[in-house]
Structure formats: C-alpha cells, structure tokens
C-alpha cells in the first residue's frame, strides 16, 4: 500500500475547524487507498507564547526545561487532531517524541534526529490507523524531552517520511507552493511548479521560513520526494525534485531574505598577518556564526577595517567578547549595526551564465540602495543592505530577473 506522510503547519491547525479541516483530508487520503502518518505543528501562535513564558520567568534558563515547555504546543494539537480524525470514522491516535521513539543528540533547542524507531507505527499504521506525530519534538539522552529549533515540524516530517519508507511527503502550510519570493511582500511573486533540492536549501537557509533548512537537507540527502501545498485549496503544490527532472531551468529561481542579521565593523584593525585568526577564532569558540565578511584594503598599510556578519541574537555577546579583546586586537571601536538585512537571488542556473551578479547590482543602484556587504557562492548571491530598503529591494530585484507574474 502506497504511504504518505502529511505535515500541517501552524496555521492549518490554527484552531478547531481547521483541524477538522485537516482530518478531512486525513480522511481522503485514507480512501484513496493509502497507509497514512500525519506531523502537526502547535497552533499558530503557540510556541510563540511559550517561547515568551520561558523567557519572562528567566532570560537565562535551561534549556532543557526550555524544551519541556515549548514542546507541549504539539502535543495538543496531536491529541486533537487524533481526535477529529477518530471522528471521521478513521481510526487514528496521537504519538509524542519519546512514544515512538524520535532520538536525538541533546543539543536542546536545536537537536538534531539521529534515528526513529518505526516498527510500532508501521504495524499500527498496516492495520489502517492513522499515526498522528507531535512534531518539532523527539528525545534526547536520559530521556529529556529535545525540540528541533523553530520550524522543525517540517525536519519531523521529512525525517518520518524517510523512516518509514513513505511514497510521499507532502508539506501543507498557509500558501499553496513555493515562490519566487515571498508572496507576502511581493505580491508578483510566481508559485513554482518545481525547484530543485539544492535550489530549496539555498532559499530556506538564506531564509525563506516556507520549509526549515534542516528537512531539505533530509530530503535530499534521503530522497524523500517532497511536495509543498496549501491546507485551504486543493490547488497543486510546488514539488522539490532533482535538477534533471526540471526542463527549463531560470537562471534565478528566486530571492530570499533574512532580517536575522547584524553588522559589526572593527575600526582600524592593525593590518598584520593572523589578525583574522584572532577575531574569529575567539567568536568560533563561543559558538557565534560568522556569515559574510569583508576586510578593506589598508589606505595606509597599517590598518585597515573588518566588516561580518552574525545571528542578530548573538550581537550583543559578540560586541562584549570583542571589547574584551580590544587591548589584545588593538582596534579602535567595535560598531554594530542591527539594521540591516541580507537579500539574495538564487538559482542553479547561474552556473553557466555570466552577469547575474551584476544585473543585482544595477537594480539596487538603481533604486539608490547601497550594498553594505557582499557574499556569493556558485548558485547565490547576496547583499547586505539597511532594513528600511527591504521591500524595495525585493520587488525591484524580481523585476530586474523577469520573474514578475504577469
Ligand atoms: P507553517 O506554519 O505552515 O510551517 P510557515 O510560516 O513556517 O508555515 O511558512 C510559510 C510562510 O513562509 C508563508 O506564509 C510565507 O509568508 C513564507 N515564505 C517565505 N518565503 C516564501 C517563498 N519563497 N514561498 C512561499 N512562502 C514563503
Ligand atoms: N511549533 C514550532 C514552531 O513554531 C515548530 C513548527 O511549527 O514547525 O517553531
Ligand atoms: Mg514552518
């Protein structure tokens, strides 16, 4: 029997009639013969209150009982779509991390899956009950409940499709596909019929929230065919194949953006060898990501200034380590800058045509946006611009790549 794996996202168990909503469809892909296991997320809204919880009683806590709290938005949705499911006449019930089990390392509030145990659920799910899964959810060493950073229910998902064998993972959210950019800001932004997994990794870690980067990554690396597809029309979604499955490759498939970047600027760094080790070595140790950066050429030969990227929510700590480091480093000043956003175009096509690079630049000048940073790499390339210029930024980029709906 054909077995498929269904995750619906915050918004499509938002409340009660759209869980009904879901177990309708649970329902129809019951009938059409197949064997079915559904991720839910917590209801939209939800994590975000726990998440607040957590903070409010200790900006500084533990982040196994982050975990223990910000977990527990799944497990009722899970009891309850179960229970809609039930009363569509299909048997169903609702399996948490550790009832299955879901194992993972014990990086809570960001684990990652290292394996499932599938037997119980295959048995289940052979005799025609639906397996409903918790989400974002597993468990870690000593059986701590772990959560798998924010948008994990999709990783759950693919992660699931990819243990028990499944045909199909189909991802149901609040826009029916994947577009060239997101249809909340540009509203010419084009539904994809496909995009290929490498194309869908770049999107979703230079942030395009429509799936977490960690499930593309399972996909591919599993083969899980994926597929992403609105709860609320039956409209066709936007499949993630490999790249000879697509016949006509755009040489940019699409923008994405993050507003989770800072810029720090040291100001006159001495201009010497190992410098560089110096700076990020100590921010490597803590743990802070660096992402793009660039070094200046030294006017004078002796300094120069050094420009990067980090998480927003790791600038503070990375201008404290710096400051300490201010004697030893021998810059002037540490400069941070929280406003600012990284836009980037996106496309395998890129490989092979030359310009790209420049048509972004042109389109942004255009516009009188100034490029503060830039970083590209073989299908990418992104920019570092200040955050009021978002909206701008992205609509004339789509323009400038033809990729307007016309
Ligand atoms: P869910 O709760 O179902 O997991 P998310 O909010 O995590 O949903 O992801 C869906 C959202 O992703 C959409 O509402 C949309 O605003 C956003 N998004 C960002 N970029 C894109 C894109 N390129 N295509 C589609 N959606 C996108
Ligand atoms: N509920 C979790 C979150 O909001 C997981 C998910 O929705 O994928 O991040
Ligand atoms: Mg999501």
Redesign the pocket.
Known sequence: MPRVVMKF????VGDLDRIRNVAARVKREVAAGNEVAVVV?AM?GETNKLVDYCTSIAPVHDAREYDAVVASGEQVTAGLTAMAIQAEGVPARSWLGWQIAIRTDEVHGKARILSIDSEDLLSRMATGEVAVVAGFQGVAGRNRIATLGR?G??TSAVALAAALGADRCDIY???D????????IVRA?RKLNKITYEEMLE?ASLG???LQTRSVEMAMKNRVRLQVLSSFSDAPGTLVVDEDEIVEQEIVS?I?YSRDEAKITLVQVPDQPGVAARIFGPLAEHNINVDMIVQNVSEDGRSTDMTFTVGVEDCQRTVDLLQGLQGDLGFARVVPDEHVVKVSVIGVGMRSHAGVANSMFRALAENGINIQVISTSEIKISVLIADKYLELALRALHTAYGLDNT
């Open positions: 996202g915050g918004t499509s997320s939209s948008g229910s999709d959210t609040d826009v596909g994947v577009y060239t950019c997101d249809p909340r932004a999107m395009a929230r429509v699409g994405a």
